[in-house]
């Protein structure tokens, strides 16, 4: 048991197989993981195009993984902070916090058991939509290396930042429903509020717009049009930040909340 505490292999880590253990026996993942992999198939039917214009692999194949990328990547936004957004607060609420941050295993590895248990069940939620993925690649007009890869990992980078980011509320929040409140009030200020200052300046050049083209960084969306050959309209409005800023910016968020909810604990 002394071996495992202070294992560093983060698969070692007991904090993350009880996380993990008791989030895969819940039944609201069994419910999301259904729900996912029914929509995510059902965009693919809706969409996917008829025997007449089969013959338009490439533009029919981007019509249905649009529609595919978008849905999964709105699942995450919503699925994937739930967990985290509760999981210190309760901990306190339940006085098992002071006893978990007394035992052996260091307040690093506690927070690193939290937010790698909840990206594993991201990764395993997600992955239920890869069916409906390689459906649209099976088509011949989406590449491995240049829309399914970016795909996959904007959703972890988004599974990674929006974790932290619950976490970090959690740990300073004094009940679950006010956690749950911040978590997706902030989430929906980084996915849509971020994009307004760079709409309403547009392609104007100045300090306005280097500071709204910055804050567009901490979007998902103008990285998912990119990756879904959409960004047409958001280039138009000002909006022309690449998937792979995203995953620097959100890296980088992702270790600073990180730091900070250690610390807090």
């Keep these: 048991w002394h071996h495992t505490m202070n294992d560093p292999l983060i698969l070692h880590n007991p904090v993350l197989w009880r996380e993990m253990l008791g989030r895969l026996r819940s039944p609201k993942t069994m419910v999301a993981a259904i729900a996912i992999a029914l929509v995510s198939s059902l965009l693919v039917l809706l969409r996917w195009p008829s025997a007449a214009t089969v013959d338009l692999a490439s533009q029919g194949a981007m019509q249905v993984y649009r529609p595919v990328a978008f849905g999964i990547a709105g699942a995450v936004m919503m699925l994937i902070p739930a967990f985290p957004a509760t999981a210190i607060v309760s901990e306190r609420q339940r006085a098992t916090l002071p006893l978990l941050l007394n035992s052996p295993t260091p307040t690093y590895q506690v927070f690193i058991g939290k937010l790698f248990g909840n990206v594993l069940l991201g990764c395993v939620l997600f992955s239920v939509s890869l069916p409906a993925i390689f459906a649209c690649y099976a088509m011949g007009g989406v590449s491995l290396l240049g829309h399914v890869l970016p795909l996959l990992l904007v959703l972890i980078a988004m599974a990674f930042q ?9 740990s300073r ?34 300090s306005m717009s280097l500071a709204a083209q910055a804050l567009t960084t901490l979007s998902p969306v103008p990285a998912l049009q990119g990756i879904t050959d959409s960004q047409g309209q958001s280039m138009m409005m000002g909006v022309q930040t690449g998937w792979i800023l995203f995953l620097v910016v959100s890296g980088l968020m992702t270790v600073v909340l990180s730091v900070a909810t250690i610390r807090s604990l």
């Excluded at 006010?178 to 929906?188: F, N």
């Design 162 to 170: 929006y974790s932290a980011l619950g976490l970090w509320i959690s």
């Design 173 to 206: 929040a004094h009940s679950g429903d006010a956690s749950l409140r911040w978590t997706y009030a902030t989430i929906l200020g980084l996915v849509l509020v971020s994009l307004g200052p760079s709409v309403l300046v547009g392609r104007k050049s100045g």
